[in-house]
């Protein structure tokens, strides 16, 4: 069973999640010809202050 992992910033609304999670798993499986029932996606959410580029934190 595929799990596909998402880390962002926090901000998106629940429908963004919902509509983020259903484009993935369609994607995914459309590409790899896998049954999308059996697609798990997750969204972690994370604080600007805990994600850094190019060494200084976002937040």
């Known amino acids: ?4 992992q998402i880390s962002q910033t926090t ?3 629940t429908e963004q999640k ?10 995914y499986a459309e590409a790899t010809g896998k049954d ?3 697609v798990w996606v997750t969204i972690a959410d994370v604080p600007a202050e805990n994600w ?3 060494g200084s ?3």
Do not use: D, Q, S, Y
């Not at 919902?18 to 994607?27: C, L, P, S, Y």
């Open 1 to 4: 069973m595929p799990l596909i």
């Open 11 to 13: 901000g998106l609304t």
């Open 18 to 27: 919902r509509a983020t999670i259903e484009a993935v798993t369609k994607a």
């Open 36 to 38: 999308p029932a059996k």
């Open 52 to 54: 850094g580029v190019g």
């Open 57 to 59: 934190p976002l937040g």
